[in-house]
């Protein structure tokens, strides 16, 4: 019974300690201005930030018309 109980114990606390997150990175494309007002990184298109783009990361695109297909293929 004691065997038991510590395993639940243990399994209790491998699935409640936290995880340290993946730190969200930010990717910001702008048609107009290149350097997207100085925020890094900046890409001139929105195929750029995708292609460049991990798991967990957001992509900022500045308003504006983007003559482009996109296409977005990851695992």
């Known amino acids: 019974m004691r065997k038991l109980l510590g395993l639940v114990i243990l399994f209790a606390l491998f699935y409640a300690w936290p ?3 993946q730190q969200q990175t930010i990717l ?3 048609r107009t201005d290149p350097s997207c007002d100085g925020k890094s990184p900046c890409y001139t298109t929105i195929q750029d930030a995708v292609d460049a ?4 990361n ?3 695109i ?3 018309t983007y003559p482009e297909q ?3 293929e990851k695992n």
């Open 19 to 21: 995880v340290e997150s």
């Open 28 to 30: 910001y494309v702008n």
């Open 53 to 56: 783009a991990q798991s967990g």
């Open 58 to 60: 957001i992509v900022r």
């Open 62 to 64: 500045q308003a504006g």
């Open 70 to 72: 996109v296409s977005i």
